[in-house]
T-cell receptor
Framework: KAGVTQTPRYLIKTRGQQVTLSCSPI?????VSWYQQTPGQGLQFLFE???????NKGNFPGRFSGRQFSNSRSEMNVSTLELGDSALYLC????????????FGPGTRLLVL | AQKVTQAQTEISVVEKEDVTLDCVYE???????LFWYKQPPSGELVFLIR??????QNEISGRYSWNFQKSTSSFNFTITASQVVDSAVYFC?????????????FGKGTSLLVTP
């Protein structure tokens, strides 16, 4: 069974731009969650989607948004990028939600200049 | 407030030593889930263990063991006879119900370096 895949793996953007990251979950998994990892703040929960609905959201500004498609693939969007958005963005999937074991993708490393 | 505290930021041991990684959590829920993940230098998080709040049995898996104590809100992880390949960042995480679904909160991680 293929694991969680994320594209692109690396991205360089400049301040003010927007970015869209993509995540394909393990086949059959309906829950997709996103995390931001930085050296200072560690791993922080962004949001979780299940059956195309956002079920929970972490403490991030509205510039961070996401969506999930009917095939469970998910995208995350960050608008008006700031230098502090430079991070590793991780996506994870599971069958039913965050009470289950999460299977993580390799991440997208975003650098904002 | 930090829901998951991993007080040890970095630990360095020599191969074959035993090492314990501490994790203390905070929750008001009676139903919750605890996890340990390993993040090797490659960056991808690897699942190690999941525990629900009703199962306080300690678990051993090869050189790995976990001690879950609800009385002290701790879920500690011990590696016996450490090996160089154990070098990684280890994260403890808590899943609890919040708003309309579960949320997963990670500790800051403990970076373990095992030297030959």
């Amino acid at each position: 069974k293929a694991g969680v895949t994320q594209t692109p793996r690396y991205l360089i953007k400049t301040r003010g731009q927007q970015v869209t990251l993509s995540c394909s979950p393990i086949s059959g998994h309906r829950s997709v969650s996103w995390y931001q990892q930085t050296p200072g703040q560690g791993l922080q929960f962004l949001f979780e989607y299940f059956s195309e609905t956002q079920r929970n959201k972490g403490n991030f500004p509205g510039r961070f948004s996401g969506r999930q498609f009917s095939n469970s693939r998910s995208e995350m969007n960050v608008s008006t990028l700031e230098l502090g958005d430079s991070a590793l963005y991780l996506c994870a999937s599971s069958f039913n939600g965050l009470e289950e074991t999460q299977y993580f993708g390799p991440g997208t490393r975003l650098l904002v200049l | 407030a930090q829901k998951v505290t991993q007080a040890q930021t970095e630990i360095s041991v020599v191969e074959k030593e035993d090492v314990t990684l501490d994790c203390v959590y905070e929750t008001r829920d009676t139903t919750y889930y605890l996890f340990w993940y390993k993040q090797p230098p490659s960056g991808e998080l690897v699942f190690l263990i999941r525990r629900n709040s009703f199962d306080e049995q300690n678990e051993i898996s090869g050189r790995y063991s976990w001690n879950f104590q609800k009385s002290t809100s701790s879920f500690n992880f011990t590696i016996t006879a450490s090996q160089v390949v154990d070098s990684a960042v280890y994260f403890c995480a808590l899943s609890e119900y919040s708003n309309s679904g579960y949320a997963l909160n990670f500790g800051k991680g403990t970076s373990l370096l095992v030297t030959p």
